[in-house]
């Protein structure tokens, strides 16, 4: 396939490392909701996640990102019930059935705050923080909660 | 280039929706595009048409009002986000049966579909806020 293309496609395929080789188009274009906030105190948490599952309802090729405070947004037992807020925690449980597979953690954030892996859902992936600058630079949109 | 502005806070309260209102105007001066404005979390109080600032402030929502209709942009206010912070249109205040409607005109409301969609068809989908 490739040998039939124009010599003219020769660079873009020269970048392949950093890009993948399919040109961008709407339905490819990949989507990373990087998810800075507690999850409770303030409403940001709840509406990254209603983002992430709308994104994967429409079939959008999301990622998403836990940060600094973010990353207890990934701790179980949660009891937001004792400050009247509704336990949101659930959705994250959903992000595979709606196809988001790629749930990164920053690991230093988590072990700045002592965090326990076994806290963490089968579904996410550790990452450094060197390679959370790769995973933005590698997305083509980013949004930041 | 095609440009989606997303604004996450609120009028007044701090400076994100003013910034935002700013890069809008300059975007499009500079004969940019704005695919969509999409205002979400805190941000949806910017289309209340209630705002009721003293005379010599900058009306937010009469503000981004004039900017719409001046160059025909789309703007979304999530409907979500809306209905939890008491921005309603005619339709949804009937729906809950509120005594009032407040979404300023030139306001739509609609779904988080509408922020994917503009992720994927933007060139540049710029955040504005919270505050933190």
Redesign the interface.
């Known amino acids: 396939m490739n040998d039939a293309l124009p010599p003219s496609n020769q660079t873009q395929h020269s970048s392949d490392q950093d890009k993948p080789n399919t040109p961008i188009t709407?339905?490819t274009?990949r989507?990373l909701l990087v998810c800075r906030?507690a999850p409770y105190g303030?409403?940001?948490a709840r509406?990254s996640l209603?983002?992430a599952l709308?994104?994967g309802?429409?079939g959008?090729k999301v990622a998403m990102l836990f940060l600094d405070e973010g990353v207890w947004q990934l701790a179980q037992h949660q009891k937001p019930q004792g400050i009247g807020r509704k336990n949101h925690s659930a959705m994250l449980g959903a992000l595979p059935l709606y196809d988001i597979d790629t749930v990164l953690v920053d690991r230093d954030s988590l072990s700045k705050r002592c965090i326990d892996l076994a806290e963490l859902g089968d579904f996410t992936q550790l990452i450094d923080s060197l390679q959370v600058k790769e995973v933005i630079a590698d997305h083509d949109?980013?949004?930041?909660? | 280039m095609k440009f989606t502005i997303?604004i996450?806070g609120p009028p007044y309260t701090d400076q994100a929706a003013e910034t935002a209102f700013r890069f809008a105007q300059a975007v499009l001066e500079k004969k940019h595009h704005i695919y969509r404005l999409f205002f979400?979390?805190d941000g949806v109080h910017n289309a209340s048409s209630l705002l009721s600032l003293p005379q010599d402030e900058i009306q937010p929502s009469q503000r981004w009002r004039q900017l719409i209709d001046q160059y025909q942009l789309e703007a979304v206010v999530c409907i979500?986000?809306a209905l939890?912070r008491g921005v309603l249109n005619e339709t949804e205040a009937k729906r809950f049966a509120k005594p009032g409607n407040n979404l300023m005109p030139g306001f739509e409301l609609s779904?988080?579909?509408d922020?994917?969609?503009a992720?994927?068809?933007s060139d540049r989908?710029i955040?504005f806020g919270?505050s933190?």
């Open positions: 709407p339905n274009r989507i906030t303030n409403a940001l509406e209603e983002t709308a994104a309802a429409i959008a949109v980013i949004l930041s909660f | 997303v996450l979400y979390h979500a986000s939890r779904g988080l579909g922020l994917i969609d992720a994927q068809h989908l955040t919270p933190s």
